[in-house]
């Protein structure tokens, strides 16, 4: 394809020169002011909500895997976020957002990498557009405030790929090690890893005429070498822990999709079964957002589609390809032959930037004023819509207000109160109020059919004897597994009428029964 099928774009600052682009954006001076601005919103897209309750998995990092330098719990496969984390901790840094700040010194971090990654691939205008692209993307903004390997593994994704750059510019022992180095951090961050190197294999045998291909691939075989000693940790976690979880296979790519492009927050997703499968209704309750979030995608997705019948550019996308296209195809097909709910590419977070690397590549062709308003325009409304829910915890997102719990069962909690409990891990809840224990029934273990309710209700009823008012705290994935068919709230129905109830998150409720 020629330039002028394009229709030869002009080489202004904000518009892309085909053929031999410029390498900056207004001079150094102007290149640097706009980096810094980039960064700054950054810092402050990051910075509010970094102090609100821990969640989820944050749980093992704060109470079990940040207790000694090496964690023996079964994540002793991926150490070095935890390792870093202890190390974190002994500096002095303790609570939500001191310990929040390693994840997000990592998530600020990605901003320069970002930018040198996209100058060095074609020129600053890419540089700059990718590191803006990093700066808004809302999964990277929760995950720079989520205590948990992501945002450290995004960071060396992209450093692996500037090494890739380097490497390929010109070959020297040096580069190599430090090439291994990366990717060692990498593996031992997130066993998913692999397959972002399975990706920068393919990428070492397409320039094999430029680079030296048993050199190459050798810093692929001195990595796996130094891996093997932790292999026997990976299988110890895969028979631990590798069959606990179901999928729901066709949710898969959508889910990876949605997450990487606008988020976990932005759509209205409510309680969802095992699997937490992608029905009609939860599409047709978000078909709105789907619209929007889709008009843009398809547009810049239609414009790589173009670029491709380019020799120049699709040299770029190759890169990218490998780092997004071929983890998520090699993740999918394992999780298809596997079934395991743990190779599946949601988890594959060291692949979103180079997603957000073709969605720039791709929209430096937006030559014309207009398109490019446009696409700001369609840009600022949804990374709008997807930091308000962000911070609408009790509708939208992931987050689960564990504090907020204790703090209304600390202050309600008494002689004549009960919190009613089932059989699970409860670390939030110990963690923030310590004080309910006292108050909560034994772990009761609701029946899986109806044939035993009737004695179910007996039992709860004996259990709550001289009780006033119980409470129960709802979590849809304890609940899945312990109680499907939520015998438990529906015995308490029974024993009396609801009197109140606290939404926590789309999927986490607190609820309060009045006793007859």
């Not at 031999?20 to 810092?43: D, E, H, N, Q, R």
């Not at 990605?110 to 692209?133: D, H, I, M, S, T």
Request: with cysteine.
């Amino acid at each position: 394809m020629k330039a002028k099928d394009l229709g030869s774009p002009p080489t202004s600052c904000g518009r892309i020169y085909v053929g031999s682009p410029p390498t900056s954006c207004g001079g150094i001076k102007g290149g640097t002011l706009l980096l810094l601005t980039i960064f700054l919103l950054a810092v402050a897209l990051r910075l509010p909500g970094l102090g609100d309750s821990f969640y989820g998995d944050e749980s093992f990092s704060v109470l079990r895997d940040s207790a000694t330098l090496l964690t023996d719990s079964e994540d002793r496969f991926r150490p070095v976020f935890f390792s870093l984390l202890y190390l974190w901790r002994q500096l002095g840094f303790s609570g939500e957002v001191g310990l929040r700040l390693l994840p997000l010194l990592f998530g600020l971090l990605q901003l320069p990498v970002a930018f040198v990654v996209g100058r060095k691939l074609l020129n600053e205008q890419l540089g700059l557009l990718f590191a803006a692209l990093i700066a808004t993307s809302p999964i990277l903004i929760e995950f720079s405030q989520e205590l948990r390997m992501y945002s450290l593994v995004a960071l060396l994704g992209l450093v692996q790929l500037w090494c890739f750059l380097v490497l390929r510019e010109r070959w020297s022992r040096s580069r190599g090690i430090v090439f291994v180095v990366v990717a060692l951090l990498g593996v031992y961050t997130h066993l998913h890893y692999w397959l972002l190197l399975a990706g920068f294999a393919l990428s070492f045998w397409r320039e094999r005429r430029q680079l030296p291909l048993l050199k190459s691939w050798g810093t692929l075989a001195a990595t796996f070498a130094l891996y093997l000693p932790n292999l026997s940790n990976v299988l110890r976690f895969t028979h631990e822990r590798g069959g606990e979880y179901a999928m729901h296979f066709a949710s898969a790519l959508p889910k990876l999709l949605a997450a990487f492009v606008v988020g976990y927050n932005y759509f209205a997703l409510p309680e969802q079964g095992v699997g937490r499968a992608i029905d009609s209704t939860i599409v047709l309750q978000n078909s709105a957002l789907i619209l929007l979030a889709a008009l843009p995608v398809l547009w810049l997705g239609w414009r790589l589609l173009r670029m491709q019948r380019s020799a120049a550019d699709r040299v770029h996308l190759q890169v990218i390809h490998d780092g997004f296209t071929i983890p998520v195809l090699l993740a999918l097909l394992a999780a298809a032959i596997t079934g395991k709910n743990w190779l599946q590419p949601k988890y594959l977070i060291f692949s979103a930037p180079p997603l957000l690397l073709a969605l720039a590549f791709a929209g430096l062709w937006l030559t014309r004023r207009w398109q490019q308003l446009v696409m700001a325009g369609f840009g600022v409304v949804i990374l709008g819509l997807a930091i308000a829910h962000f911070y609408d915890s009790p509708h939208f997102g992931r987050r689960e207000d564990w504090r907020g719990a204790a703090a209304i069962l600390e202050r309600d909690l008494g002689p004549e109160t009960r919190l009613v409990m089932t059989p699970g891990t409860w670390w939030m809840l110990d963690y923030y109020g310590p004080g309910t224990q006292a108050y909560r029934t034994n772990e009761l273990r609701p029946p899986r059919t109806p044939l035993n309710e009737v004695e179910f209700v007996l039992a709860l009823r004996r259990e709550l004897g001289g009780v006033s008012y119980a409470y129960y705290l709802r979590i849809d994935t304890i609940q899945n597994d312990v109680d499907p068919y939520d015998h438990l709230p529906e015995s308490l129905d029974m024993l009396g009428p609801r009197v109140e109830t606290w939404q926590l998150n789309p999927r986490v409720k607190l609820i309060k029964w009045q006793l007859r």
